[in-house]
């Protein structure tokens, strides 16, 4: 659900195809880095540094069509004879030709050297992060290298600064799931899970779903580890814990405790002890508690906080209120072509006949005309908006799943997944599958990448 300028150079992008690495001299979009670093000082001497390296253009152009091209993710994969470099927009990976280990290394070394980090260390772990402005935009440039048998991995992530979203509604719940998660999300009360599959938008949704609540009225702290990543939010007071020194938010929970707090927001519950503590401020003092964990839906983000962190399987029933799952998928782009489904592809998902009379697939290209006099044929020029690639942006599904005393009886008795679905779908819960198919009847989404995203 990252969002960033479309830039004009999404008109480049082949279809479904490799993109074309342009060369660092010919045009990219103006960028400019703020190198990160203690001191102002530390940080002129990175930018004097980099700008001197005949490899610095190399990294503007890098990131500069990243940019330009909607990508909000670059890999980089360092062996001995060159340097493979993949982007990714709207979570679809397209590739970009190798780069030859000399241009490549010195490219790297900007990065590290701009993020405050160690050029000469390729096997150890690191992370960093500084800042880039390019077509309107100011982003995060989160930095993360790590030593592997055949070379080195680098993960380049750019974060808009200011946050695209602002409502549930801005990331595609929709009105009566809104209503249901504030109304939830609002009591008194309860044990709340956040959940997605990995890369599935899960720090969105924490952000977006913990500004929905009434954090004015009720005293909210969130316990997270020291340099966290994530978005600060209003009105929700921070605490940290260092890992480095051996803590935990068990270990700080109790003094945050005797302040009394309504909600305790955890990120990351980390261990046992830290389960345990916030099931008793549920249970036996009427708190609330909200934390995340991956999972591909909601049963199981259930059984997975219960196999990770091994609460009491018991308190842990009796305080979950409410999971709620989120599944990225790209938006069909506004040159898709509409179609009349055959019965058969309704009845398959379980669109009552009548209800809708087109769905929408990607475009497509028309028939080649006929040669002209000197016997070329004109190829057809792909959207000017998604460049070819028939998709723009991504939206969310949502899987909502709130908490009644079945589902807590299956929690104790038969905690299996298709034992919990069971449940689960008893009590009248829309699943992934069928949220999704509500997006496909509405044009927003096509059929193949619903099930690219099922899959």
């Known amino acids: 659900m990252a969002a960033a300028p479309r830039g004009r150079l999404a008109s480049r992008m082949a279809n479904k195809q490799d993109?074309?690495?342009?060369?660092?001299?010919?045009?990219?979009?103006?960028?400019?880095?703020?190198?990160?670093?203690?001191?102002?000082?530390t940080q002129q001497g990175a930018m004097i540094q980099v700008r001197q390296s005949p490899q610095f253009t190399y990294a503007m152009a890098l990131l500069a069509e990243a940019i330009g091209r909607r990508s909000d993710r670059v890999l980089l994969d360092y062996t001995r004879?060159?340097?493979a470099r993949r982007i990714f927009v709207d979570g679809f990976p397209y590739d970009l030709a190798p780069q030859d280990r000399p241009n490549g290394d010195g490219m790297l070394a900007c990065f590290k050297k701009l993020a405050n980090l160690n050029p000469a260390e390729r096997r150890a772990k690191q992370e960093g992060k500084f800042g880039a402005e390019c077509l309107g935009g100011?982003?995060?440039v989160l930095f993360s290298s790590q030593g592997v048998p055949t070379g080195e991995r680098v993960e380049i992530k750019l974060a808009p600064k200011k946050f695209p979203f602002a409502t549930l509604e801005d990331i595609g719940m929709r009105d009566k799931m809104r209503d249901q998660f504030k109304s939830l999300i609002n009591q008194q009360q309860g044990l709340v899970i956040f959940s997605a599959p990995p890369a599935g938008g899960l720090s969105t949704i924490w952000k977006v779903g913990l500004e929905a609540a009434d954090r004015f009225v009720r005293d909210f702290v969130v316990i997270q580890p020291k340099n966290t990543t994530d978005e600060e939010i209003i009105n929700i007071n921070p605490y940290s814990y260092d890992t480095a020194a051996g803590e935990t938010p068990d270990t700080v929970l109790p003094k945050i405790i005797l302040?009394?707090?309504?909600?305790?927001?955890?990120p990351e519950l980390t261990n046992t002890a830290t389960a345990e503590i916030l099931l008793k401020?549920?249970?036996?003092?009427?708190?609330?508690?909200?934390t995340r964990v991956q999972a591909r839906e909601a049963t199981e983000a259930l059984l997975r906080v219960l196999?990770?962190?091994k609460p009491p399987v018991e308190e842990f029933a009796k305080a979950v209120t409410m999971v709620v799952n989120c599944r990225l998928i790209r938006k069909l782009c506004e040159c898709k072509q509409p179609f009349?489904?055959?019965?058969?592809?309704?009845?398959?998902?379980g669109i009552p006949p009548g209800r809708v009379q087109h769905l929408y697939r990607e475009w497509q290209p028309p028939p080649p005309p006929p040669p002209d006099h000197k016997g070329k044929v004109e190829e057809p020029k792909p959207c000017p908006k998604c460049g070819g690639i028939t998709y723009f942006g991504r939206t969310a599904i949502f899987e909502l799943l709130e908490v009644n005393d079945a589902v807590r009886e299956a929690l104790i008795k038969t905690p299996q997944l298709d034992a919990l679905r069971q449940v689960v779908r008893k009590a009248g819960a829309r699943s992934i599958q069928e949220e999704g198919v509500l997006l496909v009847a509405k044009g927003t989404v096509s059929i193949t990448e619903l099930q690219r995203v099922l899959k």
């Open 19 to 41: 993109y074309v690495q342009r060369q660092p001299h010919e045009y990219f979009p103006p960028i400019n880095f703020s190198a990160a670093g203690p001191d102002t000082a």
């Open 81 to 83: 004879e060159a340097g």
């Open 138 to 140: 100011k982003y995060n």
């Open 259 to 266: 302040k009394q707090p309504d909600s305790f927001v955890v």
């Open 281 to 290: 401020q549920v249970n036996n003092e009427g708190k609330m508690a909200i």
């Open 307 to 309: 196999a990770t962190y």
């Open 340 to 349: 009349e489904p055959p019965p058969q592809l309704l009845q398959k998902l």
